[in-house]
């Protein structure tokens, strides 16, 4: 059970612990006031933790404390984990970025795109382009999630049992022939629209690796990097150290235990989602994030080359344009203002358009719970942010987050 801790002195690297500080004083008033249950926080420079921040509880009920290897739901975290597999396949030739889905999934081979209508009675026309695998790592892909809420089709996908979990009994394999046989939002590659795309990534990875997700994310990732207690499902023995899920009371919105989402952490799932199925800890997540630091290399395990690693994190969206000019205003895990996409992050392309004092290049992503982490190589920084309070788009804790870390640099 590693656990992450400090091991630097924050002035040697260019911080101030007094300004450090700052960032636990400020989120334990979320805690004190109900908003949510407990939270740890980690920052990172030039490979050095300066700072691990840590209050609350992790079940409130129980009356359990908040612990540096507190055992977190990463949700869509998960996300950049599956995009990194997904290009180590791809760096050994093993797929293509250009290949069409269906030539891993024969499902996708007949997609076609909503044109109007309702979700009883939709009127749907034949993709123009086929689905590919590009358009999967980039959320382009005119795939959607039951929960947005905003489309006709989003409530087709609710209606076929999809929308916080998975029909029970329902493997990838399954998931993924079901959102083949519903229409796309968009023409594929034409707009930007969070996902299932990573979870049929997920498949992609199978199909093109002959082994399950877990198989391959343990053989090479999790393994190699070290992240001992990452996988789909609590193991045996850890169930004491998982943090119990909450969500907001919609008349005192403090923090109320969500029993049945939560307990679905317990047992290994039937369906293995690339976009948001892992548990992790902080010490776990920091070795991923370190790795993508360091270019694809961590402690002498490469996972990804240095070059590869840049144009992942490159914004790909055509013209250079922000998830505003690109993306359809719906829940995400980033603002869409400033912010690009890469092959599986948001990047930061304008902070001044963001309204933050992030850095230009700097990529990132959270998790549905509201986790978040993100990587500035120009400061060559990581910072990470966990709790468990669901939906993350209930508090403004990211960008609260960013203004308390960066005015804590002083170099």
């Not at 109900?34 to 691990?52: D, E, K, N, S, Y």
């Not at 309702?118 to 999967?136: D, F, G, I, Q």
């Amino acid at each position: 059970m590693p656990a992450l801790a400090v091991d630097s002195d924050p002035a040697e690297l260019g911080l101030s612990a007094e300004r450090l500080a700052r960032i636990d004083r400020f989120f334990q008033s979320y805690v004190d006031d109900g908003r949510i249950p407990g939270f740890l926080v980690a920052v990172t420079r030039r490979g050095r933790v300066v700072h691990v921040g840590h209050y609350g509880s992790r079940d409130i009920e129980a009356g359990k404390p908040v612990e540096t290897d507190t055992l977190w739901r990463i949700y869509s975290m998960t996300k950049p984990v599956t995009s990194v597999a997904a290009m180590m396949l791809y760096e050994q030739g093993a797929l293509e970025l250009t290949d069409p889905v269906s030539r891993y999934i024969p499902a996708f081979a007949d997609v076609r795109v909503f044109d109007g209508g309702s979700a009883l009675r939709p009127l749907t026309v034949p993709a123009l382009h086929p689905v590919t695998v590009r358009h999967l790592l980039m959320h382009t892909s005119g795939l959607t999630y039951g929960f947005h809420h905003a489309h006709p089709v989003d409530a087709m996908y609710r209606r076929a049992g999809f929308e916080w979990a998975i029909p029970e009994g329902l493997d990838l394999a399954g998931c993924c022939e079901a959102w083949a046989g519903l229409p796309l939002l968009f023409q594929p590659g034409t707009e930007w629209n969070y996902s299932v795309s990573s979870d049929v990534l997920g498949r992609v990875v199978e199909v093109a690796s002959g082994q399950g997700l877990d198989a391959f994310f343990q053989e090479h990732i999790l393994g190699p990097l070290g992240m001992v207690d990452t996988a789909f499902s609590v193991r045996e023995g850890q169930g004491d150290r998982l943090a119990a899920l909450y969500t907001p009371d919609p008349r005192t919105r403090k923090a109320k235990r969500e029993e049945a989402l939560g307990a679905r952490a317990l047992s290994p799932p039937t369906a293995l989602q690339g976009g948001s199925g892992l548990m992790s800890t902080a010490y776990d997540y920091h070795r991923f994030t370190q790795m993508l630091l360091n270019e694809g290399e961590l402690d002498g395990v490469r996972l990804l080359g240095s070059r590869t690693l840049r144009y992942m994190t490159r914004n790909q969206l055509p013209g250079g344009v922000d998830l505003a000019a690109y993306g359809r205003p719906l829940f995400a895990e980033t603002p869409f203002d400033g912010v690009g996409f890469g092959l599986g992050f948001g990047v930061v392309v304008d902070p001044v358009a963001l309204g933050l004092p992030r850095t230009a290049g700097e990529y990132n992503w959270g998790g549905a719970a509201s986790t978040s982490f993100w990587v500035d190589p120009a400061e060559q920084m990581t910072v990470l942010f966990f709790t468990q309070l669901l939906p993350s788009s209930t508090y403004p804790l990211r960008a609260q987050l960013s203004q308390l870390v960066m005015q804590a640099l002083v170099d």
